[in-house]
C-alpha cells in the first residue's frame, strides 16, 4: 500500500515536470519564432525594389534550362566538345529526368567567362 502512494507521488511530480517542461518548451519556441520574424522583417526592410528585381531574375534565369544542343549553338561550339568538357570535368551541368545534361543561362555565362579566362592565359603566354 506504501509502495502505491509512493508512486503515485512520483507520478504527480514527474507529470508537473513533464508540464513545466513543455511550457518551457513552447515560450522558448515563441520566443524563437519571435526573434525569426524579426529578422525577416528587417531583411525586407533592407531589400528595396531595384533589389528585388534583380534576385527575381536571377531566379528566372537560374529556372530556365537548355539541353546540350542549345548550349553549344550558344556557346558556338560542337555539341561534342562540351560532352569532352564534361567528361573532364572542366565544367559542370544539371541532369533533367533522363539523366541528359542541361544548362541554366547562369550555368552558360560561367562556361563563357571559363573559356574567356582561358584564351586570355593562352594569348597572354605568347
Known amino acids: 500500500m506504501q509502495n502505491k502512494i509512493l508512486n503515485n507521488e512520483e507520478q504527480l511530480r514527474l507529470q508537473e515536470f513533464i508540464e513545466t517542461i513543455s511550457q518551457a518548451d513552447k515560450r522558448y519556441l515563441e520566443e524563437l519564432?519571435?526573434?525569426?520574424?524579426?529578422?525577416?522583417?528587417?531583411l525586407e526592410s533592407q531589400i528595396d525594389i531595384g533589389d528585388r528585381k534583380i534576385i527575381q531574375r536571377?531566379?528566372?534565369?537560374s529556372s530556365r534550362y537548355c539541353n546540350l544542343t542549345q548550349a553549344a549553338h550558344l556557346l558556338k561550339v560542337h555539341r561534342q566538345t562540351i560532352y569532352y568538357w564534361l567528361k573532364k570535368s572542366w565544367i559542370k551541368s544539371k541532369r533533367d529526368y533522363r539523366g541528359y545534361p542541361v544548362f541554366t543561362v547562369l550555368d552558360i555565362e560561367c562556361i563563357i567567362k571559363w573559356r574567356n579566362s582561358l584564351k586570355k592565359?593562352?594569348?597572354s603566354t605568347l
Open 33 to 42: 519564432l519571435g526573434k525569426k520574424a524579426e529578422r525577416s522583417a528587417g
Open 58 to 61: 536571377k531566379i528566372t534565369r
Open 121 to 123: 592565359e593562352s594569348f
